[in-house]
């Protein structure tokens, strides 16, 4: 004859733990949900790197303003941007969010700053929509 109590500590040792389909069905719900975080997240870091391209160039803009109070002009499109870390008016250029340079040029005495956007390369849409120092109004 086995103890009672002995029968009730396997009885404890088996209602303490998870069954196999419980764990299963608790890790479907995490995917589920991590799945629906991801389709919510994923659109908005592609705008927050427009933003932020859109911050470099207004930050480059700014440089290139303070360069023009000190020298009476803009770089020429040959020197770049590289004449804003030389002058120390920035300490680094930039790299877009994407992992390009900033295209620099100097049409006429008008400085535009471009970021081709996610495909490094002229024109596009969405998210290879280039970024540009035209688009936003200047101050």
């Given amino acids: 004859m086995t103890h009672p109590r002995k029968?009730?500590?396997?009885?404890?040792?088996?209602?303490?733990?998870?069954?196999?389909?419980?764990?299963m069905v608790v890790m479907t719900i995490m995917a589920l949900i991590m799945a629906g975080v991801a389709v919510a997240i994923i659109p908005r870091l592609d705008e927050a790197r427009v933003d932020t391209a859109r911050q470099d160039?207004?930050?480059?803009k700014t440089a290139l303003d303070m360069y023009y109070a000190k020298r009476g002009r803009y770089p020429d499109t040959a020197t770049g941007l590289a004449a804003l870390t030389e002058g120390q008016f920035l300490q680094d250029v930039p790299i877009d969010p994407w992992g390009n340079d900033y295209v620099?040029?100097?049409?006429?005495?008008?400085?535009?700053?471009i970021s081709y956007g996610a495909d490094g390369?002229?024109?596009g849409e969405g998210t290879a929509a280039d970024v540009s120092s035209k688009d936003r109004p200047q101050r």
């Fill in 57 to 60: 160039i207004h930050t480059i």
């Fill in 104 to 113: 620099y040029l100097n049409e006429g005495g008008k400085p535009v700053i």
């Fill in 7 to 23: 029968n009730d500590r396997r009885m404890n040792r088996r209602r303490r733990g998870m069954t196999l389909i419980e764990i």
């Fill in 121 to 123: 390369a002229p024109g």
